[in-house]
């Protein structure tokens, strides 16, 4: 008798363990509170598509009992939570990794691992320019899952209309529209100049033009030392961009807003326009008092390239190279990135476009013009070197406060560039 | 505090004088105080209202961004957490800097100096430096993420300034009363707590109120070594005021007015004892 | 007044023991680190001194040096005369002076995302809601409105003044303390031998004030050099020619990864400041005073 309850005692036990000793628990990670799906919803949304992406995954694989969730934290701080959290021995297998960290500086830092074979698994699914977004050194990164932006101008319909302005397809139209702004004591074009990382959006959007729609190649070529910044079609652009300021179109004094500031400008109708991309349309809609518009990048006359928008798949899911379960973790970005779940999770947000063919954009009127925009041309700010970026963007700055000449912006970067080869950079690395 | 001199006729040069001093007061005051105006008033400001007035009284009072600023900052929840480490640190803190700083005041021991100079050495280290060697040095003691490590990083973040301080008041303490704990055999513990401690109250008091503001306002380093949401401390929560697209000011300067609050309230009531406290000693 | 006592090593462990723990074995650590290539997660190659070689030869750290060195002059005079002329204005004969007394540190509990916002709108254009450009204009003063924070001539001004502002309070107070220790028989001394108030206060006042100075000059240095990542960061971003060397340590560090270059110049800083205070305290003991 007491051999058979000690039996079934033990009977009993190891079937409470058992279950317990194949569960899995998996960790998702966002280095920012950005890093989530429906990224930009609000919290209660989050969580609903998650938890819905989540139950249905651990119903097809249930040997998962529990998926975590961490994304906390601004944007700027994202590198150094992931890495914090990584230094610190944190459990993480899926990281919700932005494009642009990917590019600059998770890839370089191993702090993620090398996704080709998942994505060649999936070929034919991703919209144009989507893997190339998250493609560094040759080798795939990440797996796009995410709305796809690209930079545009915002404008005020009432103000151009008063302006007797249509939105400007050539710089010169828009030119023309500068004194009857000056009369209406409205700024044509203010920007954020505080945040120096977004004035190298017209120095792109510039030299585009001046490259013949070459400027990837071109900017290769400077890297690699076949060419420089103070070349013509790099001159030029800057030049290009800073008759923006010259000319009464950009306001001179634009080193003085922050991304909140210049917004409140605009929203309050002091400003007639300015130039940022497509992840500010939910911002937009909720704010802007008035009728509102989007509007590509003019054409500058007798330059050889027609105008692009930068952009792209914003963001996607990796794998953490400190991940315990990488094949887990590779299990629930297949899942989540076939299109069902990522029509489910990009849903509301009502994208523009999405990374995937099979997901399609939304239909409102500012979302169609932007359609028009695509494909999309890569940001140049992801292949340039950190260090140098930060010189661009600082004389950029300098330049549009009118402190420095283009030459001396051309110089100043050229000169940036110098030093660090001389100091052992080598593009490529 | 200035005697009542017996000759004070207002004479016309005085008379001048008095007046133009008292303008450039209310000058100096209104400057010091015309940011917290502005917090206060754009917290009771709508979003829209924050940009299109940003100096003039609120037209409408919002009263709701308080509430509002509550719940997303999620107040409730953290403040107990804040409170944990400060009180934490503070009590680290004062342990380790009154027995230091009454070691340095009346003992001469061999390696005094040298101790003084380390102490004041520590504070020349650029605090940003430190943050990847304190990391590791946490992980490997095991007090990475707990409430425990980081108060200690509090604690050793003030520990030289309030040994300095605290030592120039102990030293202002005549030395005879101590005399006569020692001829009684007290030890050198004793003879702090029970003879120096009350004679000092308004330097600790005084260090205790800058060195809790520092903790209780700190963002950076909460971020950095609380790991767990659930651990996250008050001002964390301001985060959540600062969204891709825009920053909540109403709230954001409701939330701060709710963080400033217990500062304000703590230092108005022990302003006079804090002040006498500073002025009591720092001279030597 | 000292006792030669063994007692004290039992008094000093708490304390040694935080030191050594969270600040000493950090401080070497890094020093170590900043001896590598190091990008926040792996240890690389050995640079040796060749890294601090490398650091000092670099135009923009050099820059930021310079720009350091520039607003540590700027703030340190700045924090010490306007406490000062605080301290004794509060102390004078005025109706309000008491509350004045709190009023005017209520800067110093300010949280710094507040400072910055406020500063950042009150010293902007006019046309976006500049308070101080629009004061100007409505006193005439039109003709010396700027962009404040945005231009390379007066940024590295502007923000040492915010940080005056909001220091200033603190050194009042300190100042505060050591006047209430002059006696004032010293005054009485004084006025019976016919000096006026400007007199006894160059005279008396200030000789006194010695070490409380000492003190509060030490201070304003240190955080001058060290800890004025804050103010700076929140008001520019570390543009316009107000890059500090902890601001640049800051981009070396978060945005290029390079932590091991962000520490060497962290020590660099460290022994220019040490230098300059520990001479300045040597000068001090020299003159007989004593901190």
């Known amino acids: 008798m007491r051999q058979q309850s000690i039996f079934a005692a033990l009977a009993l036990t190891t079937a409470l363990i058992a279950p317990a000793a194949g569960a899995k628990e998996l960790h998702v990670f966002g280095p920012s509170t950005w890093d989530t799906f429906a990224a930009g919803s609000p919290e209660e949304i989050v969580k609903k598509v998650t938890d819905d992406l989540d139950a249905k995954f651990m119903a097809k694989f249930p040997e998962v009992t529990k998926v975590w969730h961490d994304a906390r934290g601004t944007v700027s701080d994202g590198l150094s939570r992931l890495r914090n959290a990584q230094l610190a021995g944190d459990p993480i297998d899926v990281i919700v990794c932005a494009a642009n960290p990917v590019n600059t500086s998770f890839a370089r830092l191993g702090l993620i691992t090398p996704a080709d074979s998942l994505v060649e698994q999936m070929k034919g699914r991703f919209t144009p320019g989507s893997v190339e977004n998250f493609t560094v050194g040759g080798k795939i990164w990440g797996v796009p899952l995410s709305a796809v932006n690209v930079t545009t101008f915002f404008y005020n319909k009432t103000l151009f209309k008063e302006a007797g302005l249509e939105p400007p397809k050539t710089y010169a139209e828009f030119l023309k529209a500068v004194p009857k702004f000056k009369e209406m004591d409205v700024i044509p074009v203010v920007h954020q100049g505080k945040n120096a990382w977004m004035w190298p959006l017209y120095y792109m959007s510039s030299l585009a033009e001046t490259t013949g729609n070459k400027q990837l190649e071109f900017v290769e070529d400077v890297l690699k030392g076949n060419a420089k910044f103070t070349d013509a079609p790099s001159l030029k652009a800057l030049q290009l961009t800073r008759k923006w300021v010259d000319d009464g179109l950009v306001d001179p004094q634009s080193n003085e807003l922050d991304e909140d500031a210049m917004k409140s400008v605009f929203y309050s109708a002091r400003a007639a326009s300015y130039f940022g991309a497509s992840w500010d349309l939910p911002a937009v809609k909720a704010n802007a008092p008035f009728e509102w518009g989007v509007f590509k990048f003019p054409q500058y006359e007798g330059e050889p390239g027609h105008p692009v928008a930068f952009g792209g798949a914003e963001s996607g899911l990796c794998i953490s190279s400190t991940s315990k379960e990488p094949e887990l973790a590779a299990e629930y970005i297949r899942f989540a990135a076939e299109d069902a779940q990522t029509a489910a999770l990009l849903a509301p947000v009502a994208p523009v476009a999405t990374s995937h063919v099979g997901v399609a954009g939304s239909t409102d009127p500012a979302s169609k013009d932007l359609q028009t925009y695509l494909p999309a041309e890569k940001f140049l700010d992801w292949v340039w070197p950190r260090e140098l970026t930060e010189t661009i963007q600082r004389s950029v700055q300098s330049m549009m406060g009118s402190s420095i000449t283009p030459e001396q912006a051309a110089a100043q970067m050229q000169a940036k560039l110098d030093s660090m080869v001389s100091s052992g950079y080598k593009f490529g690395n | 505090m200035s005697r009542k001199s017996p000759s004070m006729v207002l004479q016309p040069q005085a008379f001048l004088k008095m007046s133009l001093g008292h303008l450039v007061l209310a000058f100096a005051v209104v400057q010091a105080m015309w940011p917290v105006a502005w917090i206060l008033f754009g917290s009771l400001k709508s979003r829209q209202e924050f940009y299109t007035n940003p100096w003039g009284m609120p037209r409408s009072w919002q009263f709701s961004n308080y509430s509002d600023a509550f719940a997303i900052a999620r107040v409730g929840d953290y403040l107990l957490n804040s409170l944990i480490v400060v009180a934490l640190g503070l009590a680290i803190l004062l342990v380790a800097a009154s027995t230091t700083a009454y070691a340095l005041a009346r003992f001469s021991f061999p390696g005094r100096h040298a101790v003084s100079i380390v102490i004041l050495a520590t504070m020349m280290v650029p605090p940003d430096i430190l943050t990847i060697p304190l990391f590791v040095v946490l992980r490997s003691l095991g007090l990475l993420g707990g409430f425990f490590g980081l108060a200690c990083i509090y604690a050793a973040g003030g520990f030289g300034m309030s040994v300095f301080l605290l030592r120039s008041y102990f030293l202002a303490v005549p030395v005879e009363l101590e005399e006569a704990a020692v001829l009684e055999g007290a030890s050198p513990l004793k003879i702090l707590l029970y003879a120096i401690l009350p004679l000092t109250l308004p330097g600790f008091l005084a260090v205790t109120i800058i060195q809790a503001m520092g903790m209780w306002n700190d963002l950076y380093l909460a971020f950095v070594f609380l790991r767990d949401p659930a651990s996250a401390t008050v001002p964390l929560g301001l985060l959540n005021f600062f969204h891709r697209e825009a920053i909540d000011w109403p709230r954001l300067l409701a939330a701060l007015s709710i963080l400033t609050l217990p500062v304000l309230v703590f230092y108005s009531l022990f302003q006079r004892r804090f002040v006498e406290g500073i002025t009591s000693g720092a001279v030597k | ?291």
Do not use: C
């Not at chain 3, 540590?72 to 306007?82: D, E």
């Not at chain 3, 507040?114 to 709108?121: D, K, L, R």
């Not at chain 3, 007199?199 to 004030?209: A, C, D, E, G, S």
């Open chain 3, 1 to 291: 007044m000292h006792r030669q006592v063994n007692a004290p090593y039992a008094l000093l462990i708490p304390g040694m023991t935080l030191l050594s723990v969270f600040l000493i074995v950090p401080s070497t650590y890094g020093f170590w680190l900043s001896l590598h290539e190091f990008d926040g997660l792996t240890v690389g190659a050995w640079n040796g001194l060749a890294q601090y070689q490398a650091v000092l030869n670099d135009p923009e750290f050099l820059g930021a040096l310079w720009h350091t060195v520039l607003f540590a002059m700027i703030v340190v005079v700045g924090k010490n005369v306007v406490g000062l002329a605080l301290a004794v204005l509060v102390s004078a004969p005025l109706k309000g002076a008491r509350v004045a007394r709190t009023l005017l540190f209520l800067p110093v509990t300010m949280n710094i995302i507040v400072i910055g916002a406020f500063w950042t709108f009150f010293l902007s254009a006019r046309r976006f809601g500049g308070l101080f450009n629009e004061m100007l204009n409505a006193v005439g003063l039109s003709a010396i409105e700027s962009s404040w924070l945005s231009s390379d001539t007066t940024a590295l001004a502007s923000v040492a003044a915010v940080e005056i502002w909001r220091w200033a309070g603190l050194h009042m107070l300190l100042f505060l303390a050591g006047m209430q220790a002059i006696e004032p028989q010293l005054y009485d001394a004084g006025r019976m031998d016919g000096a006026n108030g400007w007199q006894r206060f160059w005279n008396i006042t200030l000789p006194q004030l010695g070490p409380v100075l000492s003190v509060s000059i030490l201070l304003a240095l240190m955080g001058a050099f060290v800890r004025s990542f804050d103010v700076v960061w929140v008001l520019t971003r570390g543009g316009f020619g107000t890059d500090v060397v902890v601001t640049h340590m800051y981009n070396e560090a978060f945005q290029f990864s390079r932590f091991g270059r962000a520490a060497a110049m962290g020590y660099i800083l460290f022994a220019i400041i040490a230098a300059i205070s520990f001479t300045f305290l040597f000068f001090n003991r020299r003159s007989g005073r004593n901190v």
